[in-house]
């Protein structure tokens, strides 16, 4: 495998493809996509070649997770109609194959230069760079069992980590946006990647997978990186400060990546995604003081500092009081309840969205598309949020919409696929 | 007005902003907004200057619509509340004060420090470059009559060229996503500026008007300038080969502003114009072969050359036969149908869009969002599409569901504001 030389023979070929129409091989196609591209800015502000915003997608881990955190995601949920498990197999090795190419900046598809078939690849990632495109895929609970019934035979590989998330105060769950036998994470520099890449996907899963829900994610909503500035959610607040950056192996070990021996073997290496699907009140919350705004989160707007404190860095003071003996930070701020005890942190990697205004009220629906990745969603996510959902004053201001849990088992070697141990051990 | 300088004593001012809370200025604020950027490709690429990512909002004509096209898009448009026409001229007024401060990177309004107040801007796009935001305004058929009714005395003062669209073969529009009173299309090289922007004027807007329907576009599907590549559809095919290019100003003023004496003098440097927000039934498209998708635009898919030709800038050649005498390019091709004759020409300036799945068949419903300007829709526009409803054969792939008419007035002059000549001729 590898990355294709450009040649210019290549070059030569494809500029007289227009008139010949058949004689382009996939080899050409890969050259056109790589040798066009106006819009990749790593690639332009590093000096770099073009083709270098390249995120392998074989290795250890699956990508998409400790990734510097991409721009753009477009984020899939599928249920299964096939009832075979072979079939799923199958699924996900055509899956990675063409995870793999997209990935490199080829097409999905070899075929694409018949006259008489469709292409394999619907082209409009043609020309465009790989933008750091990454695809991720998980597994859902259903796939053990659904409505107490061992549909393909894998009901003794669940994990017990991925247990139904339990009931959380405050939820008000749409059921047709949350959960899904599979699941599909695009993220990209350009939204036009990410989407090429789940279209294609889906494509290919025709007849055996359909689309369950979506959801479409801008201005990432967390830094994943010690390079990276933290960006602003859709209330205007730093956010994700504090989340787990990549470097700190030490702790991604710890609190991301499942270790041998903790559950079923297939999941040693992989690690599982929550999403919560969290609507803004925009409206409620553009009209009160910074005061109360800075007073939710417990960190001043625009520095992005602890109360109190002048770098967003700094460290949070929960003891810190003011000149008449309160606490400068709250007992129901934000940051108060999310600091996460030794045994909490989780890897945040959310996306501010936009589906417009709610017609019955006019309202922007609009917010955080929040994605947690840990070890155990039970042990970590799920006592973090319950205390969030109890006390934390940021609820006056946000609703969970939907909700999914996934397992994202390891990353595949070269000629493998995503799921392989999981799949070969039936 | 102008841009403010940065000093160095702003940005320590800024620095201590986080402890201090109440001190900053919106100079200190302006400062912020444009030394911490690192989403900006354009300055990077360029090896410009942070700040220089900037479209003025003032001019002669407004921006937006010669404007190199940028990536992204968000566009809305509003229904009127108040029957005022003052508060109408005054929230024209304010809309076009926002408008000049955030495409030049600052807050949308001054008041953004008091703890006792809201921010006037809502701060999610701290930080971020202005990323060449430009913010067009238009109002529609229905500002100027509805019902029968002159709301607010303006009807002698509508243009014939506003006149609502004849029903148009093909058309399956929902109501609830088509026309409007006011329009805002928001264009930015990053999708949260432009959602930032949207939302402050809607936020300003409050008690006057509400918001009807919104559009989210990314991967612009047409080019204005002749420094850009023509990009790709959700079709996989080049778009927009043929458009006007800004570049051209002898066929803009023909074909895009309106002319001093041509209809009302307060629409005179202005244009009209159209929105269709076209779903692709891309599960069908994706079905057919390459020769049906290629004979379809009349274009090869992978060069954009138009078949029987190598390049994509070759002339279209509709007399060309294959070797059986048949026409290369058939009586149905798109590229035949939209070919414009001499006073046809128009501006295009869409965007794709997903707006995720249809739950009824689990199919996307993604497409394209058509914007055109023109100088007369009904002369350009109408006569163009009516032509490709009756024999397009793209349109077995396609449905137009929705539509809308907006006349966009001149620019504004520093210290003016966009359709300054309309409400002040009441």
């Known amino acids: 495998m590898g990355d294709r030389k450009i040649s210019r023979r290549d070059l030569l070929r494809f500029a007289g493809a227009g008139g010949a129409g058949l004689t382009l091989g996939a080899g050409g196609y890969a050259t056109l996509q790589r040798a066009t591209d106006t819009r990749d800015a790593g690639d332009a502000a590093d000096g770099l070649l073009p083709g270098a915003s390249k995120v392998p997608f074989f290795g250890r881990n699956q990508a998409g997770i400790s990734t510097t955190q991409q721009e753009h995601m477009q984020f899939a949920a599928l249920d299964l109609v096939t009832e075979e498990v072979a079939e799923v197999r199958d699924l996900f090795r055509a899956w990675s194959e063409a995870a793999a190419r997209m990935t490199r900046g080829e097409p999905a598809g070899e075929e694409n230069y018949s006259q008489f078939l469709p292409p394999d690849d619907t082209g409009e990632a043609f020309g465009l760079s790989p933008a750091n495109l990454t695809l991720t895929f998980g597994v859902g609970p259903s796939l053990f069992e659904k409505n107490g019934e061992d549909r393909f035979g894998l009901a003794k590989a669940m994990p017990d980590a991925l247990s139904p998330l339990p009931p959380l105060t405050g939820d008000v769950l749409d059921g047709a946006r949350s959960d899904g036998d599979l699941c599909i994470q695009a993220c990209a520099d350009d939204p036009q990647v990410a989407f090429h890449a789940v279209r294609n996907l889906v494509r290919i899963a025709r007849g055996l997978a359909v689309v369950r829900w979506s959801q479409l994610g801008f201005g990432r909503t967390a830094s994943t990186s010690k390079t990276q500035a933290t960006p602003r959610n859709l209330m205007g607040l730093k956010d994700g400060t504090a989340n787990i950056k990549a470097e700190d192996t030490g702790l991604m070990d710890h609190f991301v990546w499942v270790p041998q021996g903790e559950g079923p073997s297939w999941m040693a290496g992989g690690t599982y995604l929550v999403s919560r699907r969290i609507r803004m009140l925009i409206e409620v919350w553009d ?37 008449s003996g309160e606490p400068l930070i709250s007992s129901d701020a934000h940051v108060r309840l999310a600091r996460q005890s030794a045994d909490e942190k989780i890897l945040r990697r959310g996306y501010s969205f936009t589906d417009g205004f709610d017609a019955e009220r006019g309202q922007l629906d609009a917010g955080l598309f929040f994605i947690s990745f840990q070890r155990d969603p039970h042990r970590q996510f799920v006592p973090l949020q319950q205390r969030l959902a109890a006390s934390d004053r940021l609820n006056e201001y946000i609703r969970h919409t939907a909700s999914a849990l996934f397992a994202c088992p390891p990353g595949a070697s070269e000629g493998g696929y995503v799921g392989e141990r999981l799949f070969e051990s039936v």
């Open 287 to 323: 009209r009160v003081s910074l005061a109360e705004q800075e007073g939710s989160i417990g960190r001043h707007k625009y520095s992005g500092a602890p109360i109190g404190k002048e770098d967003e860095f700094d460290p949070v003071d929960l003891e810190a009081k003011d000149e």
